[in-house]
């Protein structure tokens, strides 16, 4: 037990993620490059929307011809043509004139302003009257609006949200530069898990582990690679973790539970080449017994194998550590949900404590309502939607305190 | 224009879901299970964990056993045996005995509870002694605590994160039946849209619309099927529309910004087969322009052009439509955020507003800031965080007022 004497804060373990790095860059499609992130700065080549563009249906006109107009005085306005979408304008607009436009149609040279058509009425076939003035560049969109030409629009390590991906395309990059999708090794260990297809004899459970933290995986963008069930046994486990880390930029090792295994897995660890143990032990609550060693430059995990423990152990810092491989600037899908605590927490001072809780609306805001629940028990994660944290230096919270929940 | 007249509110729209069905179910692999949709209940077929198991690392005893003891008055106790991990105990433990046993390990029979390794001591290799006692049920799981054989551990509609699918793994699921992945086509409309491979003269723009609508459609687990670029032609669209309908769960037009084409989509999608415009405007902003067909029993939306508009109704009815296609009993990720707004916000009454707000933290609560900007500019939705909504009877809304932000 040695090994769990000096345990190290979440923080701390969390600032050794300094010593890990981004993994490789592809070109990659942008039909495929949501939820990957970029591995460039991307520079808008041309203006956009590169001309002046109408954002209302109407009349383009010079605002200056409808100075004054009003229900009771409307400006006349000589129709000078309709404009085409996706086609420059063949005339130029000259003041007392108007043109009928689209939304997103081309302003014809010298017009400046939209003149919205509920504002109007086409008389005959020829004029035009307008009801209300417009101001210069109103209803408009200028060429260099959205982003003017050789401006940064995106910068290295955004995450590529639907509208990221929408601009790319709109500036023409059909193709763009992505770091990877972190491949994650993830070995189940222990004597008494079983594959899923096989039935359990009483002292057995299934092999639950590898699939919450494959999905947990997947759902942080990255890329699950299953190395299956490794008894408890130092050799099996160090060939299996030795191709995990060969293959994988990141390899997690659940289970181990035992005694026995827990100690010696982080002899396997340290007996792996080119390899540091950085973290034995976390004071966090459910996840005390997390290992962290870096091999081959690449971050593996010891997790608790009680699933609860190991989900939250991914959730509050093996994921933070994902992001750092997968090149994110900043960790955009991370916002916590700020919710009202439903009853009093008890917490042990020196550690920290995450708290399953189930959330619900109450008049606009959140109520956070605690699971209560052995953390071997898969119910408790199944009913909860969140984890609220509970600091070292807390030593429990009251009914009503106002929490931050990371959602699950 | 005079579609656009008798426009219909949110909720108006959003009870016309009802009209809808959810689409067929298939068997999937577990593997494969994050993110889809559950088409069955699970029965637990045995109880979990199935035996007697071990929280903590340390000794079976019999409760009994260790009442009264303390450090200076320790509890002696006959060791009985190790338990290895995943076999059954070959020997019944009695009254005064105590076999040593790891996290995760099957109690011996006679057995009720585990006194922590920390509170004891092996002494020789034959006695322990134990300095705090215990009470019965400590430190372990019930063989039925966590789901109990017959029991319904989840039900038809549950969207499935890593903990469904690691408890239906951890039950011997490793088939499920699930709502298929419904196909959400996707086709872009306007003689000024070209392919972003394309170079654009003045007047026209490249295809944003087809690569943002995508991504919005796979965020919410869709699979989006691209069917380009339609000129502003009735014919060509209600062919392009007839095949995606055909072929698709639901689909999205987008564009026919054109006074003229946004009169025909309506058209066109009437002249369809078996299809009934339900809905001609919507009473929000942006998004006015929205139309809603049911062709052959299937929602077809007609979108604005204007980038964020069509974001914004994909993200507040479009994606409730796609909830009900793929079968889900509630809308587990659509959770809204609270925070705190930082400046007053005019807003019209009898439409609902939906404000782009970058959010930023502020000792541990949210600050929305409101992203100003035109709906035809792609950089207010690269800037923003999420939509703010102001209802339809709200004149606006003062600094500081407490608002629910949806994520973007």
Chains 1, 2 share one sequence.
């Not at 005959?124 to 030409?149: N, T, W």
């Not at 590898?210 to 299956?228: F, K, Q, R």
């Not at 950085?278 to 996840?287: D, K, R």
Request: hydrophobic residues 40%.
């Amino acid at each position: 037990m040695n090994h769990f004497f000096n345990v190290k804060t979440l923080e701390e373990v969390f600032s050794l993620v300094e010593q890990f790095s981004v993994v490789g860059t592809q070109t990659i499609d942008i039909g495929g490059a949501c939820s990957r992130v970029l591995a460039e700065d991307l520079i808008a080549k041309t203006d956009m929307p590169g001309f002046r563009r109408a954002t209302m249906d109407g009349y383009a006109v010079h605002a200056v011809s409808t100075y004054g107009a009003s229900e009771s005085s409307p400006a006349w306005l000589e129709l000078a043509g309709t404009i085409s979408m996706g086609r420059v304008p063949g005339f130029v607009l000259k003041p007392g004139q108007a043109a009928h436009i689209s939304t997103g149609g081309m302003l014809p040279k010298g017009a400046d302003s939209v003149v919205m058509v509920e504002h109007t009425d086409l008389v005959d076939g020829e004029s035009v009257e307008v009801y209300k003035s417009v101001a210069p560049l109103q209803h408009v969109i200028e060429a260099f609006e959205d982003f003017a030409m050789d401006q940064t629009v995106l910068t290295r390590g955004t995450f590529i949200r639907p509208q990221e991906a929408g601009l790319a395309a709109g500036l023409g990059f059909s193709e763009l530069m992505a770091y990877k999708v972190p491949k994650v090794g993830i070995i189940s260990t222990g004597d008494e898990i079983i594959p899923i297809t096989q039935e359990p004899v009483p002292g057995q459970i299934r092999d639950i582990n590898s699939y919450t933290l494959a999905g947990l995986i997947e759902e942080a963008h990255g890329l699950p690679v299953l190395y299956g069930i490794i008894d408890d046994d130092p050799s099996a486990l160090k060939k299996a973790c030795e191709k995990a880390v060969d293959e994988c930029d990141m390899v997690l090792i659940s289970g181990g539970s035992s005694v026995g295994t827990r100690d010696y897995t982080v002899d396997v660890l340290a007996s792996l080449p080119d390899t540091q143990i950085l973290v034995q032990g976390m004071s966090v609550s459910p996840g005390k017994p997390t290992i962290l060693a870096k091999s081959s430059n690449k971050p593996v995990w010891g997790l608790p194998g009680q699933v609860v423990s190991a989900m939250v152990v991914v959730k509050i810092i093996v994921i933070p550590f994902l992001q750092k491989l997968q090149g994110y600037k900043k960790s955009v899908r991370q916002i916590r949900v700020p919710a009202k605590l439903t009853r009093n927490l008890a917490s042990a001072p020196g550690r920290r404590d995450f708290v399953r809780v189930i959330l619900e609306n109450d008049q606009g805001s959140l109520l956070a309502r605690p699971v209560l629940g052995k953390s071997g028990l898969i119910r408790t994660m199944i009913h909860a939607d969140g984890l609220l944290e509970i600091g070292e230096h807390v030593e429990g919270l009251e009914k009503e305190a106002l929490v931050d929940i990371i959602l699950l």
